[in-house]
């Protein structure tokens, strides 16, 4: 990504995006989201769990493992191993992505950088097919390297949001890409839900095992072939000169300047570190419950893999259209008041879960249908908002910032998680906590004045918030 090049300073208005831009910007949303889905909503959690179990010395197919690991000679519950995973990424991602953001805006290459990023991660992922046996050491560093690259390549993406369209047609855009992206996702479990239905065996673990490895791989090679789509289509853009000023020489080097100056100058710009402080917040409960609902199914519930992958996948087509539709209400009452409603709504989510009986799949599915009409909504709407609250010529920075505790990457929910897991053994009890994050981040978000916060960033506030 080291470049060393004088960037071309353009301050005319860009070009006004084609609809086969628009588009290629939608599909990468489809091509990634495989990833998301199959791998970290699904497949993942249970997987890299049985596989910290086996080398626990707990036997394959156990309904209960009390061993433990020792990654780097620290004693950690098999249990947990998975959701302290998730909270070193996002360790690591406080110091990558923002520097990612601010190399995007200085480069007139963005697109090389989405292609770069989200390459090594699905090269990550498909390496997750030599996680045999009792390598639950490899299985986590592919999955640091996956989930980062992720990450990285969410920012750049979500950086071309602003260029492709207007203070009004932003939440429709983001609308739109968010929902093709469950349809995407669902399509490939789909494909995974009848794998497992027609090759797995109930006396064979090591069956069940093996097809959910192959399944994360595929997400792999599904993140791969259709980003070559965006790649196609997407359209370079010359950086502003906002984006440029200051030094100019090699593009990495002058990413982490322009990474100092930002966090210097931010304190300028008040409420829109506020609005990003409530979406931390709230995000991050909603991420936790993505993240581990396979777990929580698997391991509280007791439920059969077909049974988690059926819900998931009915997430994933009634988020298309829960997306859609709030989409369409922001249209009509605001994207601000349109995600208050969803956090509202995300509370009787968990509520409704922490009493789910065990071994019961049909009121597990209901809750997921209920999940997927507000979960795509909710993240389309907070990604569009956010893209008015940021200056001219620092959205990859910004993005980079706000992408830290986006897409399964959150920290404080699943490491509160995990801990109390390993406290009480008791999921249900770790659920309880995350009530807090949505109960705050509603708070938080209810007392942003949105549109002054606009109108402070330098942008033309849309004509209903």
């Known amino acids: 990504m080291a470049e060393t090049v004088t960037p071309t300073v353009d301050d005319t208005p860009p070009p006004a995006s084609t609809r086969r831009e628009r588009r290629g910007w939608y599909i990468y949303d489809w091509a990634n989201s495989a990833f998301q889905t199959t791998v970290i909503t ?89 996680v045999t046996g009792d390598r639950y050491l490899l299985g986590g560093a592919l999955f640091l390297v996956a989930n980062i690259s992720f990450g990285a390549a969410v920012v750049v993406y979500n950086s071309f949001l602003p260029q492709l369209g207007g203070p009004d047609e932003r939440d429709g855009i983001s609308s739109r890409g968010w929902a093709l992206g469950y349809l995407g996702g669902g399509l490939l479990l789909a494909f995974n839900l009848v794998a497992v239905t027609v090759f797995s065996e109930d006396d064979n673990p090591q069956r069940t095992l093996d097809l959910a490895r192959w399944s994360i791989v595929s997400a792999g090679v599904w993140w791969a072939v259709f980003t070559l789509v965006p790649l196609r289509w997407l359209r370079e853009r010359p950086p502003s000169a906002a984006a440029v000023s200051g030094r100019r020489g090699n593009v990495l080097i002058d990413g982490f300047r322009q990474l100092g100056r930002t966090l210097r100058e931010i304190k300028a710009y008040p409420l829109t570190l506020f609005f990003l402080l409530a979406f931390l917040v709230y995000n991050d409960g909603i991420q936790t419950v993505i993240t581990l609902a396979s777990q929580y199914g698997t391991e509280e519930l007791r439920l059969e893999q077909s049974t988690l992958i059926i819900t998931i996948l009915l997430v994933q087509f009634l988020a298309f259209g829960g997306a859609l539709s709030l989409g369409a209400l922001a249209r009509h009452i605001g994207a601000w008041k349109t995600v208050l409603l969803s956090l509202v709504l995300w509370t009787g989510v968990i509520i409704g879960a922490f009493r789910l009986p065990a071994e019961a799949p049909v009121p597990f599915m209901v809750l997921g249908a209920a999940i997927g009409l507000v979960l795509g909504g909710s993240q389309a709407l907070s990604r569009s908002l956010f893209s008015q609250l940021i200056p001219a010529g620092k959205e990859g920075e910004y993005y980079g910032f706000y992408e830290i505790s986006d897409k399964g990457t959150s920290w404080l929910g699943p490491l509160a998680f995990g801990l109390v897991f390993q406290l009480t053994a008791s999921y249900r009890v770790g659920l309880v906590s995350l009530l807090i994050f949505f109960v705050v981040g509603f708070l938080l978000l209810a007392a942003v004045p949105i549109r002054r916060a606009i109108v402070a960033a330098g942008n033309t506030p849309p004509r209903v918030l």
Do not use: W
């Open 42 to 130: 699904v497949f993942l959690g249970p997987f890299i769990t049985t596989v910290a179990e086996l080398a626990a010395g707990c036997e394959l197919g156990a309904d209960t493992c009390d061993g433990y690991v020792h990654p780097l000679g620290i004693r950690v519950a098999a249990g947990s191993y998975y959701p302290y995973l998730i909270s070193l990424s996002v360790f690591l991602t406080v110091f990558v992505l923002p520097v990612i953001g601010a190399i995007a805006d200085r480069s007139a290459h963005k697109k090389r950088l989405l292609g770069g990023a989200a390459f090594t991660g699905a090269g990550a992922t498909i390496a997750m097919i030599f």
